[in-house]
C-alpha cells in the first residue's frame, strides 16, 4: 500500500520561504505524477501544482510566480517549495499521488505564517 | 481559474439519496471526462471515491455513483449511512494544460 508522508516546518515567518518534503513509501515515485494541495482552515481544497518524475512541472497560475517544485527519485520524494509567504498561505499542505485521479494522499502538514 | 460551483450543503435521512452537483464550463467540466469527487471527514486527508466521472476504486460502495450531463457533474450517495456519509465532498476536474487542475467550492453532507 502506497504511503505519503509530508514533512518541514510547521511555522514560517512572512516573507520567507515555505519548504515541504513529501516521502513514498510502499511504492516507487517513478512513472507518476505527484501534487501537491493546501486547505485553510475551515475552507475548501487548493491545487498548487503538480510535478512529474522526469521533473516536469506544472503550477497553479494563481501561484506559479512564487512556486517550485522537484523531485528526488533516489530518495522517493518530491519538494514544495513557496516564497514570499503571507498569511494567506497559512493551510494545512497536503501531498498526493496523480493528477486527475488523486488516489493516495499524505495526512496533511499544517504550516502557519507568522508575522 | 475559477473553482467549480457546489451547492454550500446537502442533507437526507439515513437509507434516503442525496445529490451534489458540480458545476463548471466547457474548458473543465464539460470539456473532458476527468472528473473525480473526494470525500473528508473533519481533520482528515480527501479520499477519492469517484474518478472519470463515474468510476469507482476499489473499495468504495456502489452506493456513491457519478455523472455527467453539460458542465455538471453529479455525485450520489444512495442509502445514506449516519457516521460515514457525513463528510465534506468536493468534486474536481481537469481543466487544461495551462492549468492542469481546479476543485470544487465543497459541500458539507449532513445525515439528520
Known amino acids: 500500500q502506497v504511503q505519503l508522508q509530508e514533512s518541514g516546518p510547521g511555522l514560517v515567518k512572512s516573507s520567507e520561504t515555505l519548504s515541504l518534503i513529501c516521502t513514498v513509501s510502499g511504492g516507487s515515485i517513478r512513472n507518476y505524477y505527484w501534487s501537491w494541495i493546501r486547505q485553510p482552515a475551515g475552507k475548501g481544497l487548493e491545487w498548487i501544482g503538480r510535478?512529474?518524475?522526469?521533473?516536469?512541472?506544472n503550477y497553479n497560475p494563481s501561484l506559479k510566480s512564487r512556486v517550485t517544485m522537484s523531485v528526488d527519485t533516489s530518495k522517493n520524494q518530491f519538494s514544495l517549495r513557496l516564497t514570499s509567504v503571507t498569511a494567506a498561505d497559512t493551510a494545512v499542505y497536503y501531498c498526493?499521488?496523480?493528477?486527475?485521479?488523486?488516489?493516495?494522499w499524505g495526512q496533511g502538514t499544517t504550516v502557519t505564517v507568522s508575522s | 481559474q475559477s473553482a467549480l460551483t457546489q451547492p454550500p450543503s446537502a442533507s437526507g435521512s439515513p437509507g434516503q439519496s442525496v445529490t451534489i452537483s458540480c458545476t463548471g464550463t466547457?474548458?473543465?467540466?464539460?470539456?473532458?471526462?476527468?472528473v473525480s469527487w473526494y470525500q473528508q471527514h473533519p481533520g482528515k486527508a480527501p479520499k477519492l471515491m469517484i474518478y472519470e466521472v463515474s468510476k469507482r476504486p476499489s473499495g468504495v460502495p456502489d452506493r456513491f455513483s457519478g455523472s455527467k450531463s453539460g458542465n455538471t457533474a453529479s455525485l450520489t450517495v444512495s442509502g445514506l449511512q449516519q457516521a460515514d456519509d457525513e463528510a465534506d465532498y468536493y468534486c474536481?476536474?481537469?481543466?487544461?494544460?495551462?492549468?492542469?487542475?481546479?476543485f470544487g467550492t465543497g459541500t458539507k453532507v449532513t445525515v439528520l
Open positions: 474536481g476536474s481537469y481543466a487544461g494544460s495551462n492549468n492542469p487542475y481546479v
Open positions: 466547457s474548458s473543465d467540466v464539460g470539456g473532458y471526462g476527468y
Open positions: 498526493a499521488r496523480g493528477v486527475y485521479v488523486m488516489d493516495f
Open positions: 510535478i512529474y518524475t522526469s521533473g516536469s512541472t
